[in-house]
């Protein structure tokens, strides 16, 4: 059910109506201006946070225009408010716990709106620590099923230092080690693999196993926290 969580957000991404494309583009600024700001270089070749942040915006097609204008911003350029990341931990139903990662210029906007999603749908917002000790930062990379052999690109991953690979129908979710994500995917490209997506996660090493249904009830929450204009990511225990 987790991987098919993952597959189905990418579909969701990729067939995006115009309003919710601009919304999704508006995120991927924020976190780009972030990690700018924390890197202290606009530069992707000298700044590894914001080359994985402009990766996964360039997948969704974001323009080259929003990627620089939201560079500018982060290196203070820009105007306006300026915008910090907030990670939220929490509890939905069934024990599953929550990572949520929020881009905000109004923190208290921000957790009131967290807090309402997660207590509609049976959560609670935890304190900080409460979660974030079971969850380690990982690389993530989604090959399609596109018609390589896919056979040959699981060795190629684990000969480049993979740590696991998930495999359904849809294709493969392959872990790596942060700085091995790069490398990976375009070791990978060269082999012929096409990639659907690729980026930092945070990975439960705590997984909670659910029934079919209860899965479905935490990914109807999850949708819910990622479609606020302030939450850029969310992490569960079902990983």
Known sequence: MSGHSKWSTIKRAKGATDAKRAVLFAKHSKKISIATREGGSGDPTHNFKLRVEIEKARAQSMPNDNIDRAIRKGLGQGGGAVIE???????????????????????????????????????SLGTQG?????????GQIMVE????????????AIENGATDIEESS???IITTAPDKMIPSVELLQKNGAKIASSEIVRKSNQPTELTAEQALKIMTLTEQLEEDEDVVAVFTSIN
Do not use: C
Request: glycine share 12%; hydrophobic share 35%.
């Open 85 to 123: 990341e907030v990670i939220y931990e929490g509890y939905g139903p069934f024990g599953v716990a929550f990572l949520i990662e929020t881009a905000t210029d109004n923190r208290n906007r921000t957790v009131q709106r967290v807090k309402n999603i997660l207590t509609k749908h049976g959560g």
């Open 130 to 138: 409460s979660t974030a000790w079971q969850f380690e930062t990982v």
């Open 145 to 156: 099923n596109s018609g390589s052999d896919m056979g040959d690109l699981q060795i190629i």
């Open 170 to 172: 849809d294709g493969l």
